[in-house]
């Protein structure tokens, strides 16, 4: 299968639909069912201790997930997500940016499904797995 949106494209769609958070992410690499991307960590992302909180790796994953699908399907910003698990399996480093490696395991008519896995720049561990559903709005 084809890619429907190249990172050009996808950039450009993340800044139209979601400027809000646009700017904390970076497409590093994309492949048929394959995306990375780098969160540019700020202070605003960290919590207590000077890690990356939970809720900003949340973010990441689904940003990557959601990215992952369009560009795969094109541009269908009413793609959401129904169902997100995520373990948090070590503490990230302090203040560095943080890159997902995504995986598409899934890409139906309805459904798709994607695994995550959370690096801190500098650590060849993981620090998160996530596994997302979304559904994929129907054609009109």
Do not use: W
């Not at 958070?21 to 207590?48: C, G, N, S, Y």
């Amino acid at each position: 299968m084809a890619l429907a949106m190249d990172v050009a494209a996808l950039t450009r769609f993340l800044d139209e639909v979601f400027p809000q958070v646009a700017q904390d992410f970076v497409i590093e690499d994309l492949a048929e069912k394959h995306l990375t991307v780098r969160l540019k960590v700020e202070d605003r992302h960290l919590r207590p201790g000077g890690t990356v909180s939970g809720p900003t790796m949340f973010a990441l994953a689904d940003v990557s997930v959601y990215l992952a699908i369009l560009a795969m399907i094109g541009p269908k910003a009413l793609a959401v997500t129904t169902n997100c698990a995520i373990d948090f399996m070590r503490k990230p480093a302090a203040g560095v940016d943080m890159i997902c490696e995504c995986r598409i395991l899934k890409l139906g008519r309805v459904l798709a499904v994607g695994d995550c896995l959370l690096y801190s720049v500098g650590q060849a561990e993981p620090v998160a797995r996530a596994s997302l559903t979304y559904s994929i709005p129907p054609e009109r």
